[in-house]
């Protein structure tokens, strides 16, 4: 491939994906010493080891986020990894997913990771663990999946946040879909340590069930 259709190539990379790892630029004729160039000089800017960026693209909050998450699997494009069918488990949540949610006081970073399977990962400003999530509890924000509100709540409990934040972020949700809520509470192990990180949540519902039946 020429100079000039490695440039094209990157270019429509950039418009789809913004933030592109190497792999998927090799799905596209793109070579590893093209992409040296482009960084070399300054077209492309390396994002993480293996991930990269236009230069003239708009930067995001979420760049270094986005391009951790797509290196999870990184041969496939985010469009496919969209699909309900191709869903791989792999989440933004707990207190990155409550940051992106705008739901109590978190930070994005370090980010929170959750994956069906151990990752291991020697990216400092990445946190990951091994929890399953249904796809049907996942919100696309930013081309990056992210848990929704009630499972986000949830893996604030299980990931030892405080309990005065999480019941900041559940004030913060606009609507709690409660059915939802019981829901993944009774798809977890019911073991007591389990039970006690759930205070808050198990309050919110008893509450909630209290004022129903007034």
Same mark, same amino acid.
């Given at each position: 491939?020429?100079?000039?259709?490695?440039?094209?190539?990157?270019?429509? /990379? !950039?418009? $789809?994906?913004?933030?592109? @790892?190497?792999?998927? #630029?090799?799905?596209?004729?793109? =070579?590893?010493?093209?992409?040296?160039?482009?960084?070399?000089?300054?077209?492309?800017?390396?994002?993480?080891?293996?991930?990269?960026? /236009? !230069?003239? $693209?708009?930067?995001?909050? @979420?760049?270094?986020? #986005?391009?951790?998450?797509?290196? =999870?699997?990184?041969?496939?494009?985010?469009?496919?990894?969209?699909?309900?069918?191709?869903?791989?488990?792999?989440?933004?949540?707990?207190?990155?997913?409550?940051?992106?949610?705008?739901?109590?006081?978190?930070?994005?970073?370090?980010?929170?990771?959750?994956?069906?399977?151990?990752?291991?990962?020697?990216?400092?400003?990445?946190?990951?663990?091994?929890?399953?999530?249904?796809?049907?509890?996942?919100?696309?924000?930013?081309?990056?999946?992210?848990?929704?509100?009630?499972?986000?709540?949830?893996?604030?409990?299980?990931?030892?946040?405080?309990?005065?934040?999480?019941?900041?972020?559940?004030?913060?949700?606009?609507?709690?879909?409660?059915?939802?809520?019981?829901?993944?509470?009774?798809?977890?192990?019911?073991?007591?340590?389990?039970?006690?990180?759930?205070?808050?949540?198990?309050?919110?519902?008893?509450?909630?069930?209290?004022?129903?039946?007034?």
């Amino acid at each position: 491939m020429s100079y000039s259709n490695h440039i094209a190539a990157l270019n429509e /990379l !950039s418009s $789809s994906e913004g933030v592109f @790892t190497t792999a998927q #630029a090799g799905r596209l004729g793109i =070579t590893r010493n093209a992409l040296s160039q482009a960084v070399a000089s300054g077209r492309a800017e390396r994002i993480a080891h293996g991930a990269y960026k /236009l !230069s003239g $693209s708009q930067s995001d909050c @979420t760049d270094e986020l #986005a391009a951790i998450w797509k290196l =999870t699997n990184p041969p496939r494009f985010s469009h496919e990894r969209m699909q309900m069918a191709a869903w791989d488990g792999i989440a933004i949540g707990g207190s990155t997913a409550a940051s992106l949610l705008e739901i109590g006081d978190f930070y994005l970073s370090p980010y929170r990771i959750y994956a069906p399977k151990r990752i291991n990962s020697r990216i400092s400003s990445a946190s990951f663990a091994v929890r399953r999530i249904d796809r049907l509890d996942i919100v696309w924000i930013k081309g990056l999946p992210v848990t929704c509100p009630e499972r986000t709540l949830i893996d604030l409990c299980i990931d030892s946040e405080e309990w005065s934040l999480v019941r900041d972020a559940m004030h913060d949700v606009e609507r709690i879909n409660n059915r939802r809520l019981i829901q993944i509470v009774a798809s977890l192990p019911d073991r007591k340590d389990m039970r006690n990180r759930l205070t808050p949540i198990r309050e919110y519902l008893s509450d909630h069930c209290a004022k129903e039946c007034r």
